[in-house]
Every structure is written in structure tokens, then in C-alpha cells.
């Protein structure tokens, strides 16, 4: 692996305190259709405040949460610190990987130069801040681009398998939507926890979550994953929106389950209210039922930089777009032909004057 790949870079740093212009995909407005509402522009360069750094992204990538916060849908997600009536941040990219440039007051533990992935603040961008409470130094056995897949979906899947399936050696898991970012991460995880695992996923996927170590593979077009042939201690639901009581009937009657996806179409909810449903019968019922929300924390990237070093996880990359296919790459979540994580590659700087880039001098 090359410096520029991984570790520190060629030159100075530039300075934080310079007026800078980078390219970046900015958003206006909410909506739905990522090719409507992203654009790309030059806009200025943010600066590290307090507690944070700036990092050089190299590659970001997409999950479902991207969509939603783009879209401010469903309506909660505006609430929750995006924006009530527009976006508040410039773009809705979180994951990144890349190399700091500069650290902020009190920004400790990182200097310029060093090689960080986690999540920062429109990270589709050529800088990104981060508080480096939410990053970690980057897996020296990964690429930039494979870094960038890590994140969001790893932390997801990991405080899915080990703190809320709370999954122990010999147990039988079943992963719903095994093939997704997040399942990819679980259906490892699961196995590396010494869990008798079965993944839930489409025909031309069953391939790929095998190879990821499943004991078993349902595809969901052919076979029913609640048929009453079996019955599994934890049940991680990740993708799709079964009804509660089909889950419930492939669950043991003291199992565990943790639903960590599920769309639907609806505005005000989009799909909580299954989740919702589940906390409010937990209590009355010997199975346990239960949703949870991410926490975003630099020990537990920590945790899944230690086993993709160990060759115990592999971040499965689908398609790398780059940094002015923004649009394109969340149409391609959202159609659902996603194997694994789609990336998004920032590359160094090119000559301004580009068709595709329109001047912007604001940053928000």
C-alpha cells in the first residue's frame, strides 16, 4: 500500500485558518429524487471547530439513512437535528475515510497527516470536519475506498449482533437482509461471535452472503424465512418490513429481536411504527423485542478496525462512484441492487472551470 493510500501524505497540510475553495455536492432543498435536488459546486472549505478536525476525504459511501436525510423523510429525521424546513447541512453524506489536515482546539489523539475513517458532516465533499469522537485511525489493511464502506453500516451491525441480539456461540441467528450494507457486516459479525448464522436475501445474492460465511442462505423469492421449520434464538431484521407477527413466529420463545430496518412509504413514520409495535409488546411477551439507534463512537470503530486487520471482516464494496455521480450512487441503493456498500470516491482536485461545477460561496 502506497503513502498516498494510506498513512501520512506528501507536503504540508494546508493551513486551517485559509480561505480555500473545495468541490462538493451541495443540496438546496429536500426531495426525494437524489437527481433533483444534488448538484455539484465550488464552495468554501469548512474549518475545524473545537474537538474536531478536518479530514481529506478520499471516499464517502451511501446507505438507506443517506436517502433520508436528503429526503428529510420520513418527517421525524428533520426533528432530529437535519433541518425543519431545509437542509441544514450541505450535503447528506456521513461516512468518510481519508487523511486529517488540520485539528481543531482540543482535537486530541490525531494530527495532520494521519489516516482516519468514521463519520463527519457532508462528507461528499473533497473536506469534510469530524469530531474525533467519531473517528478512528483507518485499518491499515484497507484502502481508502473500503475504509469509506465501514462506518455507518459497521457500527450499526456490530452494536446490532453484540449489544441488542446480545448473540453467544451456538446460537441460530437470522439475518433479514443479509446482502445489504449493514447485513453484509452482520452475517460476519454473527460468525465471529461463533453463531450458527442463516441469511435472508434475493436470488442473485444468495452467492455473495454465502461467501460471507452463512451456514445457511433463504432466498426470500423461493422460500418462506417463517414456514415454521425452524425457529432462531436472535432475529436481526434489516431489510424489507415483515409484519411483526410473521417474525415472531420464526422466533425461539425466549428469543431476541432487534429490528434495525424496514421501509415503507409512509411520511410521517416511514416504518417506525412496526418498530414502535414491538417495544410497546415486548414487555408483555417472553420474547424480546426491540429497535435501538446507532451510537456513533470512536471505540467501538475502533473494535471493527481490530477484526478487518485480523481478516475476521470484510467490507464488502459494490460499485465505486465518483464524486460527481453522487445522485447516481443513492438511485442505486434505492433500486435496491446494492451487493454490500456503494462508495463514493472523491479524487484529488481537478482544473475549475468544469461544466458540471457552478460556484457556490457560501458553505453551511
Known sequence: ???????????????????????????????????????????????????EVLVRVHASSVDRGTWHVMAGLPYPIRLAGFG?????????GRNLAGTVDAVGDGGTGF?????????????????AVAPTATIAAMPATLTFDQAAAVPVS????????????????????????????????????AKAFDAEVTGVCSTGKVDLVRSLGADHVIDHTRADFADGRRRYDVILDIGG??????????????GRLVIVG??????????????????????????????FVASENSADLMTLRELLEADRLTAVVDEVYPLDQAAAAIRHVLDGRARG???ITVPERRVQGSPLEHHDGNQR
Not at 425543519?84 to 450541505?90: E, F, I, T, V
Open 154 to 189: 459497521g457500527l450499526t451491525a456490530l452494536q446490532a449482533v453484540r449489544d441488542h441480539g446480545r448473540v453467544r456461540a451456538g446460537q441460530a441467528v437470522l439475518v433479514v437482509g443479509a446482502s445489504g450494507g449493514v447485513g453484509t457486516f452482520a452475517v460476519q459479525l
Open 241 to 254: 418490513n415483515a409484519r411483526l407477527a410473521r417474525l415472531r413466529r420464526a422466533l425461539t420463545p425466549r
Open 262 to 291: 424496514g421501509e415503507t412509504d409512509g411520511r410521517l413514520l416511514g416504518g417506525v411504527d412496526r418498530q414502535l409495535r414491538a417495544m410497546v409488546l415486548s414487555p408483555f411477551t417472553g420474547q424480546h423485542l426491540g429497535t
Open 111 to 127: 494530527t495532520p497527516g494521519d489516516a482516519v475513517f468514521g463519520i463527519g458532516t457532508s462528507t461528499f465533499a473533497e473536506y
Open 84 to 92: 425543519l424546513r431545509r437542509p441544514k447541512y450541505a450535503n447528506p
Open 341 to 343: 456498500k456503494v462508495v
Open 1 to 51: 500500500m502506497t503513502n498516498t493510500q494510506h498513512g501520512k501524505r506528501g507536503g504540508p497540510p494546508a493551513a486551517a485558518t485559509e480561505r480555500q475553495t473545495m468541490r462538493a455536492v451541495v443540496q438546496d432543498r429536500y426531495g426525494a429524487a437524489p437527481e433533483d435536488v444534488l448538484r455539484i459546486a465550488q464552495t468554501g472549505r469548512p474549518t475545524p471547530g473545537a474537538g
